[in-house]
């Protein structure tokens, strides 16, 4: 009998890219995915690591599972990806729902676990693997229309809160030929949109000279001729001036740069080992706008990190009035053990400031939303319809080039098309409009 596999994914697109290739490889072991957790034979949670809530979820799913193993005897359950990673075989205490735990580098070994679970035996695999890519598997795309394909595995940069790089391990690059390879064969299937992923893209480099990245992206763009290219996440330390003039000269790469700041004070992006000032960041922005006329920038922010006083909080508050950040993720800081910060730095700022100032933080981010998205009334967007919009049948759900969401009356076309709307009202998260 056919056995059936569930993923649930949490966390970034990392994962979802990984939880692409983990299904790629279970496929070659006969099992079927399915979308119902009930009729599964193996529960998988692809997990996050982190905020403390991004990790609550996973123990409440696990609780959730407790109950489901008992009136279905032989459901197996495995917990991967950067939870398992970060607390490593603890993690079977934490719960007794966990069959197998695996890390972001071990999955080649999914099998094995499997099997030897299904005979009773406990195992986990979370050794750091640092030039694991998983080259020669073909993860299974999931959805028709776009697609992410990682580029670069890990990160080097050890910002003080940031766990990534204990679950992830040192950085890696993919080769040119894979990536280039796997565009191709995407383009040749009738995606209409590939997002290269990356902790840190601008770090990508292969065996070429001078920016890795912009060249990648460059040839990206030849490879993926009239698809939508869109990259994330950079860094604002080593974004370049000829990354974004790639961007400029190529048609098909979207005008939307995802630079996450953190923080307008210097102060604290001192203290959170950024590499850069609040001016260097804003004058990483004038060089994009310079060469992007149009270009939308997007950031995440975080609230109340060890230290940040009234001051610094203001600071963030009118780095957002200065840019006028499209849309922002933003987060109130949580302390993640084993972090610089939180050997080294007092988490001092008490929960209720931290709760007030990122509900500053969100009310600002959606004025200013609401204010850039309102310019566009009257306009005419180009639109790549990605599915039916939730709310309404009649509608569609779409984003322009520089990613912002748009919701249009269907007319006669189709997730897949690209359409050209007017712009007729519009919200902080959405513009409205009919086919022109
Ligand atoms: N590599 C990307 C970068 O450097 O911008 C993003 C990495 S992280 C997965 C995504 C975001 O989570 C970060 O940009 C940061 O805003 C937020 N984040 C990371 N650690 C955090 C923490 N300890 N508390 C709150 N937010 C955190
Ligand atoms: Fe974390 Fe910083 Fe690396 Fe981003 S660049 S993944 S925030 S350590
Ligand atoms: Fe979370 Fe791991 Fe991504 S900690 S944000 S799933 S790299």
Redesign the pocket.
């Known amino acids: 009998m056919t056995k059936k596999v569930h993923i649930r994914t949490f966390?970034?697109q990392m994962n979802q890219a990984d939880s692409e290739i983990i299904t790629s490889l279970l496929q070659d072991e006969g099992y079927v995915v399915t979308d119902a957790e009930d009729s599964a034979d193996l529960v998988i949670l692809n997990t996050c690591a982190?905020?403390e809530n991004a990790v609550e979820k996973i123990m409440n799913a696990l609780d959730n599972l407790k109950g489901k193993r008992r009136s279905r005897p032989g459901l197996l359950v495995g917990v991967i990806g950067c939870v398992p990673q970060y607390y490593r075989e603890k993690m079977f205490g934490m719960s007794e729902s966990i069959d197998f735990l695996a890390g972001p580098d071990t999955y080649r070994q999914l099998p094995l676990l499997i099997e030897n679970a299904e005979r009773g035996i406990r195992g986990a695999n979370l050794a750091h693997i640092p030039d694991e890519t998983y080259h020669g598997i073909e993860p299974c795309h999931t959805g028709s229309i776009s697609a992410f394909v990682p580029i670069m595995r890990g990160?080097n940069?050890m910002?003080a809160?940031?766990?990534?790089p204990f679950t992830r391990g040192k950085e890696r690059s993919r080769s040119t030929a894979s990536v280039i390879d796997e565009v191709e064969q995407l383009v040749e299937k009738g995606y209409k949109e590939i997002t290269l992923l990356g902790?840190?893209v601008n770090s990508y480099y292969d065996s070429g000279t001078g920016d890795g990245f912009a060249e990648l992206l460059e040839n990206v763009g030849f490879a993926a001729k009239g698809v939508r290219v869109r990259f994330t996440?950079s860094?604002p330390k080593d974004i370049s001036e000829s990354l974004v003039r790639v961007i400029a000269e190529h048609e098909n790469i979207c005008n939307a740069v995802h630079l996450?700041v953190?923080s307008g004070s210097t102060r604290m992006l001192e203290l959170m080992n950024r590499g850069h000032s609040r001016e260097e960041y804003l004058e990483k922005i004038a060089m994009i706008r310079h060469f992007i006329p149009g270009v939308t920038i997007s950031t995440?922010?975080?609230a109340g990190f060890c230290g940040e006083t009234e001051e610094d909080h203001y600071e963030t508050l009118s780095m957002m009035e200065e840019v006028r950040f499209d849309f922002s993720?933003m987060?109130?800081?949580?302390?993640?053990p084993g972090?610089y910060?939180a050997k080294h730095l007092p988490d001092d700022v008490p929960e209720k400031i931290k709760k007030r100032r990122l509900e500053e933080v969100i009310a600002l981010q959606s004025r200013i939303s609401k204010e850039l998205h309102a310019v566009e009334v009257g306009n005419v967007v180009e639109v790549l319809a990605e599915s039916e919009s939730k709310r309404s049948k009649k509608k569609l759900m779409g984003r322009t080039g520089t990613n912002r969401v748009v919701v249009f009356d269907r007319g006669g076309y189709k997730p897949g098309d690209i359409v050209s709307v007017k712009v007729n009202s519009s919200t902080s998260a959405t513009l409205i409009g009919y086919p022109q």
Do not use: E, K, W
């Open positions: 966390g970034c982190v905020r990160c940069n910002c809160f940031c766990v990534v902790q840190n996440t860094h996450p953190q995440d922010l975080i993720f987060f109130h800081y949580s302390v993640r972090t910060a």
